[in-house]
């Protein structure tokens, strides 16, 4: 299976602060025909998780633009620039170009 | 788009459950479908999957013990757990399409004695 190796596990920002989580493969995501399905998540504390960014750089619907992808090959990055409060919460990875999907550990944000 | 997950609750080891997942707001029989599981204060674990012809994939750890079925006419998706052991003890998710652009609120299965 895929193993995906997300950095840091923790992370402590204040508003207003830019921050970054590594997630990083076991194995390429990229597929054979030039796909790489990777995505983020983010579950707030007492809810479901709910869909950042697809395919590695794509924003979800609704998401703000505060929120970026970006990564290639086995190494991928979320960046948030400018935290805000609501963004607290578990930060997952997701990969689906091999079976079976699987998801990183998560990153715990902290509003400090 | 809207999925309610109902069904959960306390089982005992060995014992079986059906969960059902009800979706609105989409054309559900176009679409592909996931359960996704979450035990208490740990990560998410994908466990099945089920494709807009029905086709299916599960999951090593539950391969042989779960079913996953969908019935478009009611536009609901099902996961029958059967043989279930305390580490099945999970809130499991069903959400929409590879890519999970959306998510139920969970329903929790307890598995114990």
């Known amino acids: 299976d895929v193993v995906l190796t997300q950095t840091p596990s923790t992370l402590s920002a204040t508003i207003g602060q830019s921050v970054s989580i590594s997630c990083r493969s076991s194995?390429?995501?990229?597929?054979?025909?030039?796909?790489?399905?990777l995505y983020w998540y983010l579950q707030r504390p007492g809810q479901s998780p709910q869909l950042l960014i697809y395919l590695v750089s794509n924003l979800g619907s609704g998401v703000p633009n505060r929120f970026s992808g970006s990564g290639s090959g086995t190494d991928f990055t979320l960046k948030i620039s400018g935290v805000e409060a609501e963004d607290l919460g578990v930060y997952y990875c997701?990969?689906?170009?091999?079976?079976?999907?699987?998801f990183g550990s998560g990153t715990k944000l902290e509003i400090k | 788009v809207q999925l309610v997950e109902s069904g959960g609750g306390l089982v005992q080891p060995g014992k079986s459950l059906k969960l059902s997942c009800s979706a609105s707001?989409?054309?559900?029989?176009?679409?592909?479908m996931h359960w996704i599981r979450q035990a208490p204060g740990k990560g998410l674990d994908w466990v099945a999957y089920?494709?807009?012809?029905?086709?299916?994939v599960y999951a090593d750890a539950v391969k042989g013990r779960f079913t996953i079925s969908r019935d478009n006419a009611k536009n609901t998706l099902y996961l029958q757990l059967n043989s279930l052991k305390s580490e099945d003890t999970a809130i499991y998710y069903c959400?929409?399409?590879?890519?999970?652009?959306?998510w139920g609120q969970g329903v929790m299965v307890t598995v114990s004695s």
């Open positions: 089920i494709s807009s012809s029905s086709g299916t």
């Open positions: 997701m990969q689906a170009t091999h079976a079976p999907l699987t």
């Open positions: 194995q390429s995501l990229l597929d054979s025909a030039g796909n790489t399905y």
């Open positions: 707001g989409f054309t559900f029989s176009s679409y592909g």
């Open positions: 959400a929409r399409r590879t890519g999970f652009d959306y």
